[in-house]
């Protein structure tokens, strides 16, 4: 990969973790926990999925802060760009649309369909 396109990579990888961690200053997750003097048994089981659900999206934003620093790992390394499955290099438009990847769509495909026949045992 070029040097020019690395950087865009960079840049892009950059602008989304400073995004999502940011974004992570902002949600007080001690605030929620409390029912705010809630005594009605619906608004606290309503509170109690809110909190629920902002935890779920703060777990899927961890991972994806980790997939994001592990890509800028790969692109110190000079690798970036490259399926750690076949080898061969991941075609741009599959980095832009998804820059943390680390498979080429035909790997990807494959692994996914062995996941598939795996949970249907």
Request: charged share 35%; glycine share 4%.
């Given at each position: 990969?070029?040097?020019?396109?690395?950087?865009?990579?960079?840049?892009?990888?950059?602008?989304?973790?400073?995004?999502?961690?940011?974004?992570?200053?902002?949600?007080?997750?001690?605030?929620?926990?409390?029912?705010?003097?809630?005594?009605?048994?619906?608004?606290?089981?309503?509170?109690?999925?809110?909190?629920?659900?902002?935890?779920?999206?703060?777990?899927?934003?961890?991972?994806?802060?980790?997939?994001?620093?592990?890509?800028?790992?790969?692109?110190?390394?000079?690798?970036?760009?490259?399926?750690?499955?076949?080898?061969?290099?991941?075609?741009f438009k599959r980095l832009?649309?998804?820059?943390?990847?680390?498979?080429?769509?035909?790997?990807?495909?494959?692994?996914?369909?062995?996941?598939?026949?795996?949970?249907?045992?």
């Amino acid at each position: 990969m070029e040097a020019k396109e690395l950087e865009y990579f960079r840049n892009l990888l950059n602008a989304q973790l400073s995004e999502l961690e940011n974004r992570t200053k902002y949600t007080d997750i001690q605030e929620m926990a409390q029912n705010n003097g809630l005594q009605d048994p619906l608004d606290i089981a309503s509170a109690d999925m809110e909190k629920n659900m902002l935890l779920r999206i703060r777990e899927r934003e961890s991972r994806l802060i980790s997939k994001i620093k592990q890509a800028l790992v790969l692109i110190s390394e000079g690798v970036y760009g490259t399926c750690e499955i076949c080898g061969e290099d991941i075609p741009f438009k599959r980095l832009e649309a998804r820059p943390v990847t680390t498979q080429c769509v035909e790997c990807k495909t494959k692994e996914e369909l062995v996941e598939r026949i795996r949970q249907n045992k």
